[in-house]
């Protein structure tokens, strides 16, 4: 399937419009491709779209509940500088008017950034809105192609065949629940971070937040606005103490729930709390793809994959951009989006189905040997200043250092990789997020930095 000849011009399926979507479509038009984008909301943005609604099984465990797509809260402000978060050639720049001119701004700042982004590329006039993919499928005359079928919010099915059809569905929606034993009978109330939007729910209540990675320190510090205590459970905790706040505290793991509305950590410490929120990440779902098999979720495993994008047997009709999580979230978006486009026009090659397969099958057993879970496969970071990671070791080949990755697939297309500043900004702001304590969003040192930064954004112009 992959030795096929393919000359400029497919026409492809862009599932999705948040900022992956957003800036696949655009590479795929600077390509030559024709553009169809499916977009169940009412606007381009994706999860930066606000909304004070949240579902209704507050776990989000119900297969058949209706879906909120997005999981930011009110609070929320990026946890990385807006100068690195932004797209090569279209600067996350302060912008004039009514927006957050802070280096970690709103979400509403961002949301603002995406729009003015499709404004630019004129994205918007290939997207059906409000038209939701339900099934993805290989044709019947031609395994190579594929049919697209979508309902509109008005009702209205349709279906259409394209040549490739390009995920970009988002992977913050469908809520991973941490397993609590004796949880069945503990009285309090659960939620997942997918439902948290405000503190108020929480007034006066003794909270138990599950996860200390970002959001679960963000979520813990805004419930404890409100709440009387907040109490954090994380992996690697070595001090109870929170700095910065007096009803704040840390724990190991829960070791189970209890029927008296009492919960015990696996130190033995004894809280009575009134609600559990789980900041306990996201799974990886594709309701809408029917590939016989071809692309399984696993543990969080999307695969089997070439380089987290194409999966062999399906490529280059399947591909999906955006999987890998951590690390510069929209810059992968964007290169990842190139190389798919000049695959499909022909200007990059693949190699064949069987040695595509080698290698994922190799990356996936070095991870084993080196210990990482399968659910860490599309960890992508520096692996150096990363706790989460732990004993990997960067001298290690695989690919997992977003640098290398990027650079990997910035040779495929012939396309600039990431540029200097962009990495060293990341390398000071990773850190900032992981060492640099409650406040880091509003103490920045790295003054000259920044202004190279914005000396290399004044030569775009
Ligand atoms: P999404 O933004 O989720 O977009 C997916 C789109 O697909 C949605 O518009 C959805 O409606 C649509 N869709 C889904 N299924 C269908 C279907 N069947 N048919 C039609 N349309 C469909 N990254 C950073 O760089 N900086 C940050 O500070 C940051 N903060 C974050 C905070 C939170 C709480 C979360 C959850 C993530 C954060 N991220 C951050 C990471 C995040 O990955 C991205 O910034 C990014 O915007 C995700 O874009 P996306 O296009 O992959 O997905």
């Known amino acids: 399937m992959t030795s096929l000849i393919l000359s400029r011009g497919r026409h492809v399926a862009v599932i999705g419009l948040g900022a992956a979507g957003l800036v696949a479509a655009r590479e795929l038009c600077r390509e030559g491709h024709t553009v169809v984008g499916f977009e169940r909301e009412k606007h381009v943005g994706g999860l930066w779209m606000y909304t004070d609604r949240v579902e209704l099984d507050s776990l989000s465990v119900d297969p058949d509940r209706t879906v909120v797509h997005s999981s930011v809260y009110e609070s929320l402000r990026t946890n990385l500088p807006r100068e690195c978060m932004g797209f090569s050639d279209f600067p996350f720049v302060t912008r004039s008017g009514d927006g957050d001119p802070r280096r970690y701004p709103d979400h509403r700042e961002v949301l603002m950034y995406l729009q003015d982004f499709a404004k630019e590329f004129k994205i918007d006039e290939m997207v059906r809105f409000e038209t939701e993919v339900l099934c993805v499928e290989p044709t019947e005359k031609d395994s190579r192609r594929w049919r697209v079928q979508f309902k509109s919010s008005s009702g209205v099915s349709g279906e259409e065949t394209f040549d490739a059809v390009v995920v970009c569905n988002g992977h913050y929606t469908e809520p991973r629940i941490a397993h609590i034993p004796g949880i069945d009978s503990w009285p309090g109330k659960q939620f997942h971070s997918h439902n948290y939007r405000i503190p108020d729910q929480f007034k006066d209540q003794v909270v138990i937040v599950i996860g200390g990675q970002a959001s679960g320190n963000d979520i813990s510090s805004d419930i404890a606005s409100m709440a009387k205590e907040v109490h954090i459970s994380a992996k690697g905790v070595t001090s109870e103490s929170y700095s910065g706040y007096n009803n704040l505290r840390l724990h190991p793991p829960i070791y189970r729930a209890r029927e008296d509305g009492s919960v015990v950590f696996k130190n033995g410490k004894v809280v009575f709390a009134d609600a559990i929120v789980h900041c306990t990440g996201y799974k990886y779902h594709f309701p809408f793809l029917k590939t016989n098999g071809y692309v399984t979720v696993e543990d969080n495993r999307v695969g089997p994959l ?131 304590g409650d406040c880091y969003r509003d103490r920045w040192d790295a003054d000259q930095l920044i202004e190279e930064v914005y000396r290399e954004f004044a030569k775009l112009k």
């Not at 026009?345 to 397969?357: I, N, T, V």
């Not at 290698?359 to 692996?383: M, N, Q």
């Open 306 to 436: 070439y380089k987290h994008v194409f999966p062999p047997a399906l490529a280059p009709g399947i591909s999906f951009i955006g999987l890998p999580f951590m690390g510069l979230q929209f810059f992968m978006f964007e290169i990842q989006s190139k190389w798919v486009a000049s695959v499909l026009s022909g200007q990059a090659k693949l190699p064949s189905e069987d040695k595509m397969m080698e290698e994922a099958i190799a990356f996936y057993a070095k991870l084993e040997d080196l210990g990482i879970p399968k659910r860490y496969t599309h960890f992508l970071t520096d692996p150096q200043g990363n706790p989460m990671l732990g004993n990997f070791k960067p001298e290690d080949k695989v690919v997992i250092s977003q640098s290398d990755y990027f650079n990997w697939i910035a040779e495929q297309c012939g396309c600039a990789s990431i540029e200097p500043w962009r990495e060293r900004l990341y390398s000071v702001a990773i850190k900032k997020v992981f060492f640099g």
